[in-house]
């Protein structure tokens, strides 16, 4: 009777309660474990590192880069360049719609018939927007007192259109969100886009070790505004000896996304790192 009751209690310590044991600590350790794992395959190389931990590190080496609010870049006005055909030699600069994503124009309807071209602002949507407004149905009207106007898309929030024109004080009308429109542009800080903070990050580091070089200062426009974006035009010493003037052209058509956000990085860094350098935007 005593031995079979012996053989009960150590089969249940053998199996039941041990493995109960190790099992809890199994479950308890599981957090660290999959921390141990997830850093042992990170890499500072783009999509082996998450972006909650490469911005983390960015706030950590003292990186801290504004860029232009996302609903200003995305719902101002922007002028476009010449779009002539030579073909048909006709000048097609007005028919172009513009890209908020890839912050680009797309010229529409190259095709010249009896029946004529149909207004490019029947063709306008909130991914192909229109500069001019011509004689589209007023939507509503915002005050010039409505806060927080744009969401993170660049679209008018419904909360701030009115059906009828405000009793006091000035107001816009709204014609869609498939217009461009007249805006402020406030600087904000936020972060920016993964890919690009990820390069931005491997150039700061090297100016941080390596020296506020023009050599450098060429690797950070590389970088930013590669595909012809932003160009060293030339460098040369100032009057009074103690600055260089760098002078640089842009391309704002460059097969390129983020064009404003890395034009404007481009500026503010070199001048947070390159305090002996004065960019100049040749004319």
């Given at each position: 009777?005593?031995?079979?009751?012996?053989?009960?209690?150590?089969?249940?310590?053998?199996?039941?309660?041990?493995?109960?044991?190790?099992?809890?600590?199994?479950?308890?350790?599981?957090?660290?474990?999959?921390?141990?794992?997830?850093?042992?395959?990170?890499?500072?190389?783009?999509?082996?590192?998450?972006?909650?931990?490469?911005?983390?590190?960015?706030?950590?080496?003292?990186?801290?880069?504004?860029?232009?609010?996302?609903?200003?870049?995305?719902?101002?006005?922007?002028?476009?360049?010449?779009?002539?055909?030579?073909?048909?030699?006709?000048?097609?600069?007005?028919?172009?719609?513009?890209?908020?994503?890839?912050?680009?124009?797309?010229?529409?309807?190259?095709?010249?018939?009896?029946?004529?071209l149909p207004d490019i602002n029947t063709l306008a949507t909130e991914e192909k927007r229109s500069?001019?407004?011509?004689?589209?149905?007023?939507?509503?009207?915002?005050?010039?007192?409505?806060?927080?106007?744009?969401?993170?898309?660049?679209?008018?929030?419904?909360?701030?259109?009115?059906?009828?024109?405000?009793?006091?004080?000035?107001?816009?009308?709204?014609?869609?969100?498939?217009?461009?429109?007249?805006?402020?542009?406030?600087?904000?800080?936020?972060?920016?886009?993964?890919?690009?903070?990820?390069?931005?990050?491997?150039?700061?580091?090297?100016?941080?070790?390596?020296?506020?070089?023009?050599?450098?200062?060429?690797?950070?426009?590389?970088?930013?505004?590669?595909?012809?974006?932003?160009?060293?035009?030339?460098?040369?010493?100032?009057?009074?000896?103690?600055?260089?003037?760098?002078?640089?052209?842009?391309?704002?058509?460059?097969?390129?996304?983020?064009?404003?956000?890395?034009?404007?990085?481009?500026?503010?860094?070199?001048?947070?790192?390159?305090?002996?350098?004065?960019?100049?935007?040749?004319?």
């Amino acid at each position: 009777m005593a031995k079979a009751f012996f053989r009960f209690l150590r089969g249940e310590l053998n199996g039941f309660y041990i493995t109960n044991l190790y099992g809890t600590l199994n479950r308890t350790t599981q957090d660290v474990k999959e921390f141990f794992i997830q850093f042992a395959k990170t890499q500072m190389e783009e999509g082996k590192i998450s972006p909650e931990t490469l911005y983390n590190l960015g706030k950590f080496a003292g990186i801290y880069l504004p860029r232009i609010a996302k609903s200003e870049a995305i719902s101002s006005v922007r002028m476009t360049e010449s779009e002539y055909d030579e073909e048909l030699q006709y000048e097609f600069s007005e028919r172009g719609l513009y890209k908020p994503q890839d912050e680009s124009f797309e010229f529409v309807q190259k095709v010249i018939d009896d029946t004529g071209l149909p207004d490019i602002n029947t063709l306008a949507t909130e991914e192909k927007r229109s500069s001019l407004v011509g004689e589209e149905t007023i939507e509503g009207y915002i005050s010039e007192n409505a806060e927080d106007v744009l969401d993170d898309n660049g679209n008018v929030r419904p909360s701030a259109i009115s059906a009828t024109p405000p009793s006091e004080g000035a107001y816009s009308d709204f014609y869609g969100n498939q217009f461009l429109f007249l805006a402020e542009g406030d600087i904000e800080y936020s972060p920016i886009a993964y890919e690009l903070f990820l390069d931005l990050f491997k150039a700061i580091q090297y100016v941080r070790y390596n020296g506020s070089t023009i050599l450098a200062l060429g690797r950070i426009m590389s970088i930013l505004c590669p595909n012809g974006l932003a160009r060293l035009v030339s460098v040369a010493v100032s009057e009074n000896k103690t600055k260089f003037i760098v002078s640089y052209e842009t391309d704002i058509n460059a097969d390129l996304n983020f064009k404003q956000d890395r034009l404007s990085l481009l500026l503010y860094i070199t001048k947070m790192k390159f305090p002996l350098v004065e960019m100049v935007e040749a004319l």
